[in-house]
């Protein structure tokens, strides 16, 4: 019953690197975020899925990219690391499009130093 | 796009009492309004949603009422105890285009004391 998790739940990483935050779902469900949650900000969406190979931007998505090549799994790559991407980071994922409990991750943490 | 506006940032009540934390949005075609909780380190949780269709929903000791003239939505907690302690974040889904995308607001930071 391992529902949807992240790895890894913490990293630290270093400015200009490339780091990619993992997300696997058990339940098949075809709609799947990546939401980053600061203070004062709440949960801002970075990038969301519909189903495999179909994916779309959010609010914030600039020094992201994203794959969906499985239903299961939606990656997240932090392309060249900044300082302001230091951040909480949830996936989460949905049954269906609209109007539906989000199950989210627990999380990871990242710190770019 | 839409944006939704939470107030207060903070909340302080006494266990017992009250607490009613209020979330405006702009987009007049949303029709969904979850509510999570967010305990320290954990990951935030549904606990309450309402529909443009209804104008209030109970759960036990919480409640969600929703002015779709005003746009507003509001998060009713009586009787607080302790293990209301949380971070709790209002959203809302616009329906046209919106994929499941839900757009928070920045969160209400409550604290129950003893």
């Known amino acids: 019953d391992a529902g949807i998790t992240q790895s890894p739940r913490y990293k630290i990483t270093e400015t200009g690197r490339q780091v990619t935050l993992m997300c696997h779902q058990t339940w098949s469900h075809s709609y799947m975020f990546w939401y980053r949650q600061d203070l004062g900000h709440g949960l801002r969406l970075i990038y969301y899925s519909a189903a495999a190979d179909i994916t779309d931007k959010g609010e914030v998505p600039d020094g992201y990219v994203v794959s969906r090549s499985k239903t299961e799994n939606f990656p997240l790559t932090l392309e060249s690391a900044t300082r302001s991407q230091t951040s909480v980071y949830f996936c989460?994922?949905?049954?269906?499009?609209?109007?539906?409990?989000?199950?989210f991750g627990q999380g990871t943490r990242l710190t770019v130093v | 796009g839409e944006n939704v506006e939470q107030h207060p940032s903070t909340l302080s009540v006494q266990e017992g009492d009250s607490a009613v934390i209020k979330c405006t949005y702009s987009?007049?075609?949303?029709?969904?309004f979850p509510w999570y909780k967010q305990e320290l380190g954990k990951r935030p949780q549904l606990i309450i949603d309402?529909?443009?269709?209804?104008g209030e929903k109970k759960d036990q000791r919480i409640a969600v009422t929703l002015n779709k003239t005003a746009k507003h939505f509001s998060l009713h907690i009586t009787e607080t105890q302790p293990e209301d302690s949380a971070v709790y974040f209002c959203?809302?889904?616009?329906?046209?285009?919106?994929?499941?995308?839900?757009?928070f607001g920045a969160g209400t930071q409550v604290v129950v004391t003893p």
């Open positions: 959203a809302a889904t616009p329906t046209a285009d919106s994929w499941g995308k839900l757009q």
């Open positions: 989460a994922s949905s049954v269906q499009v609209l109007n539906t409990e989000a199950f």
């Open positions: 987009d007049s075609a949303s029709n969904y």
């Open positions: 309402i529909r443009s269709n209804v």
